[in-house]
C-alpha cells in the first residue's frame, strides 16, 4: 500500500513539473529623444517568482540576456542597450555576483536616424529565465519597432503601457521570494569589500613611502598647535581630511562608470588584459625596480598651500600626504577600486575608499593628538622595503587572475587551471625563499639575521605553497576556489598523470564506448548524445536516465553536488542506468547540413545543438524546464512519471528505485 501511495505521489509531482512554462511576455515602444535620436524600448513582464537574468553575466555564470538588432541604411546604432540596477547576489552554487531582474525589466537601444520616412527595425532577444525550481533553455525572441519619423510623434506612451502597469502592480502585491534575501547578501558583499579595504590601508601605512610620515606629521601639529585642545583637534581634522580625499575618488569612480558599466568592464577581454598589464607594472614597481610618482610640481604646489595654516592648510596637508606616498600606495588603490566596482555595486569603491582611508587616517590621527606614543612605535629600517616587497608579490599573483579571466573569456585555453596554478606556485615559493633571506633585490638592506615576524611569515607563505602542489593532481584547494579557473577548465580534470575511468565500466575494457566520458567530479559514464546513448543501454542492457540540464543551469549544479554526490544515490548513477546528459543551452552549432526544421516555430531552423535537444524534451515530454530526468527502458518508454528538481534524497533515491524496479 505505501508503495502505490507513493507512486501515486510522484505522477501528481510529475504533473505539476511537465508542463510549458513561458514566463516573459515582451513588448517594444519607441521613445523619441531628438530630432535624429530614438530610443527602442524593449520591456518584459516576468511571472511571479521568475527571474530574468542581466546582459552582464560573468563567464561561467548563467546565459545572459542579449540583443541584437538587424542593420539598415536607415540608421545607426549608438552604444549598447542599457538596462535597470535590477537586484545582484552572490549565487552560492556559481560562486559569483550575478545580476537578475523579477516582475519587470526594460531595455533601451538608443539609435540614430538617417532615413526622413517611417521605417520598421527588426531585432531578437536571446534570454534565460529561472525560479527557485526550475531554469528554462535559452529563447529567441523576434522584436518589431516602428521609427514614425515623418510624423514627430513621441511614442513613448505605448497603448499597451497601461495594461503592463497593472500586471506589474498585481505581481509586485504578491511577491516575497527573494527579496528578503537580497539586503543581507548586498551587506555581506559590502562588508567585504570594506574590511579587505582596511587591511589594505593598513598594509600601505607600513611602507617606506608613508610609514617614515608618521613622525614629521607629528612634528609638524606639535608646532602648529599651542594648546593640548588644539592639537586634538587639528589631528581630527587632519583624519577626516585624508577620509574625505580618497572617498571623492571613490565617489568620481562611481560617478563617471555607474554599475552597470563596471559590471561589464569586470568581463570585459580588453579590460583584464589592461589591468593585467598595470598590475605587472605596479608589481615590478614595489619589487625595485622603479617607482611611480606623480609630477613633482604637484607636490610643490599642495606643499605651499599647506603652509597658509587653518583647517584649509590642514586638508592640504592630507593631500601632500596622498601624493608623496602614492608610489606605494597607487597599486593598492587601483587594484582596490576595481576589485571594489567589479561586481556591479555603485557604492562598492566609496565604501573600499571609506575602508583603505580610515586604516590611514586613525594612526595618524592618533599620533598627531598623542605625540608621546611616537616612543612605542618601531624605528625605519629594511623591515619597510620588505612590507613593499611583499605587496609587490601578492600584485604580481593577482594579476595572472585578471589574464585569467580573459583567457576564460575567449576560451582560448591557454592559462588552464595547471598552468595557473604552476605560476601561483612559482610566485609564493619565490616568496618564501626571499623571506628566508636566500633571495635579494635592489633596495634590500643587508640582512644579518631573519626576525621573528619574517621567519612567519616565509613560513606561511611555503605553507600555502604546499598546499596548492596538490591542486595539480586534482585537489579542489577550497580555501582559493575563487581565483584558478574551475576543475573542468584544465588539461586533464582529475589533474596531472589522472587515468580514472568510471566504476561501471568492466575493468576489462581499455577505452570508453563510443560516445561516452566521464563525468567529473563524481566520476560517473554519461553519453551526450541521445543515439549512443541509447545503443550502450541496449548493449548492457540497463535502463536509461535522461538528464535534461544546462552548462548555466543552476538547480542542476545543486541536484549534482547535493543529490547526485549522496552515498545512496551515487552508485546508482554509476552502475544501475546509462546516463545520457542532454545540455539544452549547448551552443555548438549542428554539423553543416543536419540543420533540423523545428516543430515549435514553423519556418525556422534549428542551429545549434541545444535547440534540437530542448525542442526533444518538449515534444517528447511536455516540459521545457531544467533540470527534467526521465527514466526510460531501451524501446524508448517511461519506467516512471518524470521529475523535477528534486533537493529531497529519499525522494530522489526511491523515484530512481521504482523506476528502475519497472525495467523489464
Given at each position: 500500500m505505501k508503495k502505490i501511495f507513493l507512486v501515486i505521489s510522484l505522477f501528481i509531482v510529475s504533473l505539476s513539473f511537465s508542463q510549458i512554462h513561458d514566463p516573459v511576455k515582451w513588448e517594444?515602444?519607441?521613445?523619441?529623444?531628438?530630432?535624429?535620436?530614438?530610443?527602442?524600448?524593449?520591456?518584459?513582464?516576468?511571472?511571479?517568482?521568475?527571474?530574468?537574468?542581466?546582459?552582464?553575466?560573468?563567464?561561467?555564470?548563467?546565459?545572459?540576456?542579449?540583443?541584437?538588432?538587424?542593420?539598415?541604411?536607415?540608421?545607426?546604432?549608438?552604444?549598447?542597450?542599457?538596462?535597470?540596477?535590477?537586484?545582484?547576489?552572490?549565487?552560492?552554487?556559481?560562486?559569483?555576483?550575478?545580476?537578475?531582474?523579477?516582475?519587470?525589466?526594460?531595455?533601451k537601444q538608443r539609435i540614430k536616424v538617417i532615413s526622413k520616412s517611417t521605417f520598421d527595425i527588426k531585432g531578437s532577444v536571446t534570454f534565460m529565465v529561472c525560479d527557485d525550481a526550475n531554469c528554462l533553455p535559452p529563447t529567441d525572441i523576434d522584436l518589431n519597432f516602428t521609427i514614425p519619423v515623418s510624423t514627430g510623434v513621441n511614442f513613448s506612451a505605448n497603448p499597451v503601457e497601461d495594461e503592463i502597469e497593472a500586471k506589474v502592480s498585481e505581481i509586485t502585491e504578491n511577491t516575497t521570494v527573494i527579496e528578503t534575501k537580497l539586503p543581507k547578501s548586498k551587506d555581506k558583499s559590502?562588508?567585504?569589500?570594506?574590511?579587505?579595504?582596511f587591511f589594505s590601508g593598513f598594509a600601505a601605512l607600513l611602507t617606506p613611502c608613508v610609514f617614515p610620515m608618521i613622525p614629521m606629521t607629528v612634528s609638524f601639529f606639535t608646532k602648529q598647535s599651542k594648546t593640548r585642545v588644539a592639537g586634538i583637534k587639528n589631528a581630527i581634522i587632519y583624519g577626516a581630511s585624508i577620509v574625505i580625499i580618497y572617498v571623492v575618488l571613490g565617489l568620481l569612480v562611481s560617478a563617471i562608470f555607474g554599475a552597470d558599466a563596471l559590471n561589464a568592464l569586470s568581463t570585459n577581454v580588453w579590460f583584464n588584459i589592461i589591468f593585467f598589464l598595470l598590475l605587472i607594472v605596479f608589481a615590478i614597481s614595489f619589487l625595485g625596480a622603479f617607482e611611480i610618482v606623480l609630477p613633482s610640481s604637484w607636490g610643490t604646489k599642495v606643499d605651499a598651500q599647506a603652509d597658509r595654516g587653518g583647517i584649509i592648510g590642514i586638508f592640504f596637508m592630507a593631500l601632500a600626504l596622498a601624493i608623496v606616498s602614492f608610489s606605494c600606495t597607487g597599486p593598492i588603490v587601483g587594484t582596490l577600486l576595481v576589485e571594489a566596482a567589479a561586481g556591479g555595486n555603485q557604492i562598492g569603491p566609496i565604501v573600499g575608499m571609506l575602508g583603505f582611508s580610515l586604516a590611514l587616517a586613525i594612526p595618524f590621527a592618533l599620533f598627531a593628538a598623542f605625540p608621546g606614543w611616537l616612543n612605542s612605535l618601531p624605528k625605519s629600517g629594511g623591515w619597510l622595503n620588505t612590507v613593499k616587497v611583499v605587496l609587490g608579490f601578492l600584485e604580481l599573483a593577482l594579476a595572472f587572475k585578471f589574464l585569467s579571466n580573459a583567457d576564460l573569456v575567449l576560451q582560448l585555453h591557454w592559462l588552464e587551471r595547471e598552468v595557473f596554478l604552476a605560476i601561483w606556485i612559482a610566485i609564493f615559493g619565490t616568496l618564501a625563499f626571499y623571506l628566508f633571506g636566500k633571495i635579494q633585490l635592489p633596495h634590500d638592506s643587508p640582512l644579518t639575521h631573519i626576525s621573528v615576524g619574517r621567519l612567519s611569515l616565509g613560513l606561511l607563505s611555503l605553507t600555502f605553497t604546499i598546499y596548492m602542489i596538490p591542486g595539480l593532481w586534482g585537489a579542489p584547494l577550497n580555501l582559493i576556489s575563487a581565483f584558478p579557473p574551475a576543475q573542468h577548465y584544465s588539461e586533464s580534470p582529475y589533474g596531472v598523470g589522472?587515468?580514472?575511468?568510471?566504476?561501471?565500466?568492466?575493468?576489462?575494457h581499455s577505452e570508453l564506448p563510443d560516445g561516452a566520458h566521464i563525468m567529473p567530479p563524481h566520476n560517473i559514464l554519461a553519453f551526450n548524445d541521445y543515439d549512443k546513448g541509447l545503443a550502450y543501454a541496449k548493449q548492457v542492457n540497463k535502463p536509461i536516465m535522461l538528464d535534461f540540464t544546462g552548462h548555466a543551469c543552476v538547480n542542476c549544479r545543486k541536484m549534482e553536488q547535493n543529490v547526485w554526490a549522496k552515498d545512496e544515490i551515487l552508485p546508482i548513477?554509476?552502475?544501475?542506468?546509462?546516463?545520457?546528459?542532454?545540455?539544452?543551452?549547448?551552443?555548438?552549432?549542428?554539423?553543416?547540413?543536419?540543420?533540423?526544421?523545428?516543430?515549435?516555430?514553423?519556418?525556422?531552423?534549428?542551429?545549434?545543438?541545444?535547440?534540437?535537444?530542448?525542442?526533444?524534451?518538449?515534444?517528447?515530454?511536455?516540459?521545457?524546464?531544467?533540470?527534467?530526468?526521465?527514466?526510460?527502458?531501451?524501446?524508448?518508454?517511461?519506467?516512471?512519471?518524470?521529475?523535477?528538481?528534486?533537493?529531497?534524497?529519499?525522494?530522489?533515491?526511491?523515484?530512481?528505485?521504482?523506476?528502475?524496479?519497472?525495467?523489464?
Open positions: 517594444t515602444s519607441v521613445e523619441k529623444v531628438s530630432e535624429t535620436e530614438y530610443n527602442l524600448i524593449t520591456t518584459a513582464i516576468i511571472e511571479k517568482n521568475w527571474h530574468l537574468y542581466s546582459q552582464n553575466v560573468p563567464q561561467d555564470g548563467p546565459i545572459p540576456t542579449s540583443f541584437s538588432y538587424e542593420t539598415s541604411k536607415d540608421f545607426e546604432i549608438t552604444g549598447k542597450t542599457s538596462e535597470e540596477e535590477g537586484h545582484t547576489v552572490n549565487d552560492p552554487v556559481f560562486e559569483m555576483k550575478i545580476k537578475y531582474f523579477e516582475n519587470k525589466a526594460t531595455f559590502l562588508l567585504t569589500i570594506f574590511i579587505i579595504a589522472s587515468t580514472k575511468v568510471g566504476s561501471s565500466l568492466n575493468q576489462n548513477l554509476k552502475n544501475d542506468v546509462v546516463l545520457i546528459s542532454l545540455y539544452v543551452d549547448d551552443k555548438r552549432p549542428l554539423p553543416e547540413g543536419d540543420e533540423i526544421d523545428s516543430k515549435l516555430r514553423p519556418g525556422k531552423k534549428l542551429k545549434y545543438i541545444g535547440q534540437k535537444w530542448s525542442e526533444f524534451q518538449t515534444i517528447k515530454y511536455g516540459a521545457n524546464a531544467q533540470p527534467f530526468y526521465v527514466l526510460i527502458n531501451t524501446n524508448e518508454e517511461k519506467l516512471n512519471e518524470p521529475v523535477a528538481y528534486t533537493p529531497d534524497v529519499e525522494e530522489y533515491h526511491n523515484w530512481l528505485k521504482t523506476g528502475i524496479s519497472n525495467f523489464k
